[in-house]
């Protein structure tokens, strides 16, 4: 029988069919052997006694962070204000989930607290609209403006991406007050919410699924390598493919010569500061795998067509020695 894992807690599975049966299930052995990584949004196929999961059907898409598949689109959630709209840390999730193909509509939440509503829909659809994101303006708290967002999540997974404290609970509680989600409240001192969602679930509305994560703010492009980041910040590379240097990595703002640096005031600010903050990341990144192949060169030899380990200098002294030993032993 076929399921789909709805959430996943310790080394429990808790999966439901097609039918809407729920079950409880463990990993089979020979799964577990092969470090098969099942995540929540996976379609499985149960054993006879559907008590264990004995193989993982193909996905349609995954990220690692968090760790969840077949999804439709991804929501980005922010608050408008407590917390404070961190530009960055959208653009963070925005990258990554562009890195991983997945179709991204952005959410902006907490609009009731704004006073000049109309100037701040300008600043972000500005930025946003022109590469093509859907935005979305309500008040989870109020249920303001939730029709549009209704009809565009119908007959789809979501995965809901977002800061802690952005009011990614509420917004479920609105659909439906049954669910009775956690919530918690900002802090005043940091102006971080509170880890309301402990896991990874799909919790079912009507005519929708959303998979709901924890918050999460550790996000780094240390998988990346540089020349790759460019790609993913469409506004930036429409100029970066002019540039007449290859290898420019369009970081130094004292380069006349650079095609994105000639264009910076047709940038916005916020999204070539992502690009500077990602991109040092990733630098980080290629020293660390350059210092690895370094590494891997010193431990290992090219003997023929093959890879051979080399043997250590303290290992080699050793086996002289000794081979001096056994001659001297011999005469």
Not at 85 to 96: A, P, S, V
Not at 193 to 217: A, L, Q
Request: glycine content about 4%; some cysteine.
């Amino acid at each position: 029988m076929q399921a789909q894992v709805f959430k996943i807690h310790s080394d429990f599975y808790y999966v439901k069919n097609f039918e809407g049966e729920s079950f409880t299930c463990k990993l089979r052995d020979v799964l577990k052997k092969q470090k098969i990584d099942v995540r929540v949004g996976d379609f499985v196929e149960l054993s006879n006694d559907n008590q264990f999961i004995s193989l993982l059907l193909p996905r349609k898409n995954s990220i690692n962070r968090p760790k969840v598949s077949n999804i439709d689109c991804a929501l980005v959630v922010c608050a408008l204000k407590e917390p404070e709209l961190d530009l960055i840390q959208l653009n963070r999730y925005l990258t990554y989930l562009k890195y991983n193909n997945i179709e991204v509509a952005i959410c902006f939440n907490k609009e009731d607290l704004i006073d000049d509503l109309s100037k701040k829909k300008n600043e972000i659809c500005s930025i946003y609209e022109k590469l093509g994101y859907k935005l979305f303006f309500i008040s989870a708290k109020d249920k303001l403006d939730l029709d549009e967002l209704s009809k565009f999540i119908k007959n789809k997974t979501i995965v809901f991406c977002g800061m802690s404290g952005v009011g990614k609970s509420t917004l479920l509680n609105a659909f439906n007050p049954e669910l009775e989600l956690r919530t918690g409240e900002v802090s005043q001192k940091t102006q971080r919410g509170c880890h309301t969602t402990r896991h990874c679930e799909i919790v079912e509305y009507k005519n929708f699924k959303v998979i709901d994560t924890p918050g999460f703010s550790c996000l780094k492009f240390d998988f990346l390598l540089p020349d790759k980041l460019i790609e993913l910040f469409d506004d930036i590379n429409k100029y970066a493919l002019d540039c007449k240097y290859s290898d420019c990595l369009h970081d130094s703002i004292n380069d006349s010569t650079c095609a994105v640096i000639q264009n910076l005031d047709k940038i916005d600010k916020s999204r070539y500061e992502s690009y500077l903050l990602f991109l040092a990341e990733s630098l980080e990144y290629k020293n660390l795998i350059s210092k690895r192949s370094i590494k891997d060169e010193a431990k290992n030899k090219n003997v023929g067509n093959r890879v051979s380990v080399k043997i250590s200098k303290r290992k080699r002294d050793a086996s002289r020695n000794t081979s001096k030993q056994q001659m001297k032993d011999w005469e």
